[in-house]
């Protein structure tokens, strides 16, 4: 079982809709999680990060993390095309004497269609 | 305020050479981490420094090596190179001081894609 999964995509949502994106974890010792969005050919960018239980809003981007479930997930509203790229959850398992190696899932890829 | 960045941005080796690969941290950044990236595995973790020191180790062969610099650059080395190699290598820093402080974001640098032949 891989340590941090997604679900399976791709993903295809109309101009304008909500995109959700899904990820659980098995290591419950993760306490932090992101999300980074990668366009084809570049590197990962990071969009959005949560720590604790509950909802995280920035602009149209909303991130929730539940540790009991080990669930996280993030919305995208309002959909744009250049929302077009693959999104990948990560955990980070900060602790000890490690400063945070992320743990990724395959990835999610997501198209926005006009 | 400048990124991470990684050179070269490609190189292209043959079967049994060595390659060395840069990376310097956003400024102030003391924390730095690579990760490998292939089609069918996705994003793999290789090493973590800070201060000079490897702090996490993923799991790859010993010829997958680094280093970290006062300055916080790092290096990393691959040896004996195979074709199973062939990857887009990226690097990232983080602003975290102390272990634990993982509630700070990575920032990937453009990644050096490394073919080998």
């Known amino acids: 079982q891989k340590e941090v999964e997604q679900n399976s995509g791709p993903l295809s949502v109309p101009e304008g809709a909500i995109a959700s994106l899904n990820c659980t974890y098995s290591d419950r010792g993760s306490q932090s999680f992101f999300w980074y969005r990668q366009y084809s050919g570049k590197s990962p960018e990071l969009i959005m990060s949560?720590?604790?239980?509950g909802d995280k809003e920035d602009g149209r981007f909303t991130a929730q993390l539940n540790k009991a479930s080990q669930y996280v997930s993030l919305l995208i509203r309002d959909s744009q095309p250049s929302d077009s790229a693959t999104y990948l959850c990560a955990g980070s398992n900060a602790g000890g004497t490690s400063y945070g190696k992320l743990t990724f899932g395959q990835g999610t890829i997501l198209t926005v269609h006009p | 305020k400048a990124g991470v960045t990684q050179t070269p941005r490609y190189l292209i080796k043959t079967r049994g050479q060595q390659v060395t690969l840069s990376c310097s941290p956003i400024?102030?950044?003391?924390?730095v981490s690579w990760y490998q990236q292939t089609p069918g595995q996705g994003l793999q973790f290789l090493f973590e420094?800070?201060?000079?020191?490897?702090?996490n180790k993923g799991n790859f062969p010993g010829r997958f090596s680094g280093r970290q610099f006062s300055n916080s650059r790092s290096e990393m080395n691959v040896s004996t190179l195979e074709l199973g190699d062939s990857a887009l290598y990226l690097c990232?820093?983080?602003?975290?001081?102390?272990?634990?402080?993982?509630?700070?974001?990575?920032?990937f640098g453009s990644g050096t894609r490394l073919t080998v032949v």
């Open positions: 949560i720590y604790s239980n």
């Open positions: 400024s102030g950044h003391r924390s």
């Open positions: 990232a820093s983080s602003l975290a001081l102390s272990p634990g402080a993982g509630n700070y974001g990575y920032t």
């Open positions: 420094y800070f201060s000079e020191t490897q702090r």
